[in-house]
C-alpha cells in the first residue's frame, strides 16, 4: 500500500510541475496558427532560431536568421517596440527563447504554432 501512495504522490507532482512549465510558458509567448502568423508577417521581426544551414535550405521570405545557439548574444539586436515572430522546426526553440527575451523586458513575442514544419506559405532557399 505505501508504494502506491508513494507512485501517486510522485505522479501528482509530475503533473503539477507540467502544468507550471505550460503556464510558464504561456506567459511567455502566444503561438499563432498558420493563418494567424501570416496576417502581420510584414510589419513584425520575423526570426528564424534554426541552424543557419537549416535556414538556407529554406525559410519564411522575410525571416532573419538568429541561430538558438547564439540567442542570448545577438537577441539585444530584436526591438522591444515591435513585436516579434519566432519560428523554429517544430516550435520547442521558440518557447526557449520566448522566455529569454522576457527576462529582457521584450512583451510582444508571438511564435508559430508547430513551427516550420507544418508550414504552407511561401518559403525561400539559397537554391532559389
Known amino acids: 500500500m505505501d508504494t502506491w501512495l508513494i507512485i501517486l504522490i510522485i505522479l501528482v507532482v509530475l503533473i503539477a510541475i507540467l502544468l507550471i512549465n505550460g503556464?510558464?510558458?504561456?506567459?511567455?509567448?502566444k503561438a499563432?496558427?498558420?493563418?494567424?502568423?501570416?496576417?502581420n508577417m510584414r510589419k513584425v521581426q520575423?526570426?528564424?532560431?534554426r541552424e543557419k544551414e537549416?535556414?538556407?535550405?529554406?525559410?519564411?521570405?522575410?525571416?532573419?536568421?538568429?541561430?538558438?545557439?547564439?540567442?542570448?548574444?545577438?537577441?539585444?539586436?530584436?526591438?522591444?517596440d515591435k513585436p516579434i515572430y519566432l519560428y523554429d522546426q517544430n516550435g520547442r526553440l521558440s518557447i526557449r527563447a520566448a522566455r529569454m527575451l522576457r527576462k529582457q523586458g521584450y512583451t510582444d513575442i508571438y511564435m508559430?504554432?508547430?513551427?516550420i514544419n507544418?508550414?504552407?506559405g511561401k518559403i525561400k532557399s539559397k537554391n532559389k
Open 46 to 49: 520575423l526570426v528564424d532560431l
Open 112 to 115: 508559430l504554432k508547430n513551427g
Open 54 to 80: 537549416k535556414f538556407e535550405h529554406g525559410h519564411i521570405i522575410g525571416a532573419r536568421n538568429i541561430p538558438m545557439m547564439n540567442f542570448s548574444m545577438k537577441m539585444n539586436s530584436l526591438r522591444k
Open 23 to 29: 503556464l510558464r510558458n504561456i506567459k511567455n509567448v
Open 118 to 120: 507544418k508550414w504552407t
Open 32 to 39: 499563432l496558427s498558420e493563418d494567424e502568423f501570416k496576417q
